[in-house]
């Protein structure tokens, strides 16, 4: 199910998150443009893999390797915060700008903008962290705005959860639209996470370059902050 569109008016123009969205997309064409892919061997629970390792770019200097912070926390601290605006290709950051352009309008509605960029960042160091502490020796580079988007999601499921979604649903070959409520596709997508880190990743590395422990780790962080941040629905509300 991959979600279009939610008929959830916001009572603002979501600056804050189109400015997000802004600042990924543009650090996503400054990467592409400056790097390039190599082949790079990397140690797993399943013994040494070869992945390919984009190098050179913004990745180079700004990537989160859990490795070379739990080496290096006093430099390599800031990987934390500018791994959330790199993405390793185009359905990376594709499907990242997509959730957070639906969910993310209506979170920033109801906290506010001060509130809704410590929300953003909090979920994405939670998300950071949580990835940290599944595999703390990993080499494997790793970036996207996947913890923070999965924050705002667990926001929205706890505000609009019956807010309707206009949904892609593949059946074979077949492609339809359908119109389903929030926690039908927020919780089908919680649920795959939460399997793919139990039974596929096991926490020990990143299972085809997906880091769910980290989706998991913002998606709570998400519904926590949201307690914590005071924050209600606004507005007038469909569904």
């Given at each position: 199910?991959?979600?279009?569109?939610?008929?959830?008016?916001?009572?603002?123009?979501?600056?804050?998150?189109?400015?997000?969205?802004?600042?990924?997309?543009?650090?996503?064409?400054?990467?592409?443009?400056?790097?390039?892919?190599?082949?790079?061997?990397?140690?797993?629970?399943?013994?040494?893999?070869?992945?390919?390792?984009?190098?050179?770019?913004?990745s180079?200097?700004?990537?989160?390797?859990?490795?070379?912070?739990?080496?290096?926390?006093?430099?390599?601290?800031?990987?934390?915060?500018?791994?959330?605006?790199?993405?390793?290709?185009?359905?990376?950051?594709?499907?990242?700008?997509?959730?957070?352009?639906?969910?993310?309008?209506?979170?920033e509605?109801?906290?506010?903008?001060?509130?809704?960029?410590?929300?953003?960042?909090?979920?994405?160091i939670?998300?950071?962290?949580?990835?940290?502490?599944?595999?703390?020796?990993?080499?494997?580079?790793?970036?996207?705005?996947?913890?923070?988007?999965?924050?705002?999601?667990?926001a929205?499921?706890?505000?609009?959860?019956?807010?309707?979604?206009?949904?892609?649903l593949?059946?074979?070959?077949?492609?339809?639209?359908?119109?389903?409520?929030?926690?039908?596709?927020?919780?089908?997508?919680?649920?795959?996470?939460?399997?793919?880190?139990?039974?596929?990743?096991?926490?020990?590395?990143?299972?085809?370059?997906?880091?769910?422990?980290?989706?998991?780790?913002?998606?709570?962080?998400?519904?926590?902050?949201?307690?914590?941040?005071?924050?209600?629905?606004?507005?007038?509300?469909?569904?």
């Amino acid at each position: 199910m991959i979600p279009l569109k939610d008929y959830n008016p916001t009572r603002h123009f979501p600056f804050i998150t189109v400015l997000f969205i802004a600042i990924n997309v543009l650090a996503f064409l400054q990467d592409r443009l400056t790097g390039h892919y190599e082949p790079m061997m990397v140690e797993t629970a399943r013994g040494m893999v070869e992945i390919n390792h984009f190098v050179g770019g913004l990745s180079a200097r700004f990537a989160l390797v859990p490795a070379q912070l739990a080496a290096h926390p006093g430099t390599a601290w800031h990987q934390v915060f500018t791994s959330m605006f790199l993405h390793g290709n185009w359905l990376h950051i594709g499907s990242n700008m997509l959730y957070l352009w639906i969910f993310g309008n209506n979170i920033e509605d109801s906290l506010g903008r001060p509130r809704f960029i410590i929300f953003y960042f909090c979920c994405g160091i939670a998300a950071a962290g949580a990835q940290f502490l599944s595999a703390p020796g990993s080499q494997v580079p790793m970036v996207g705005a996947s913890g923070a988007v999965a924050g705002v999601m667990g926001a929205y499921l706890i505000l609009y959860p019956h807010a309707r979604i206009l949904t892609l649903l593949p059946i074979v070959i077949f492609f339809t639209f359908i119109e389903v409520p929030a926690f039908v596709i927020i919780g089908y997508w919680a649920l795959l996470q939460f399997i793919s880190a139990s039974w596929i990743n096991s926490g020990s590395t990143q299972q085809g370059g997906i880091a769910y422990f980290a989706h998991i780790g913002g998606f709570i962080a998400g519904i926590l902050l949201l307690f914590l941040l005071g924050g209600r629905p606004a507005g007038r509300r469909q569904g």
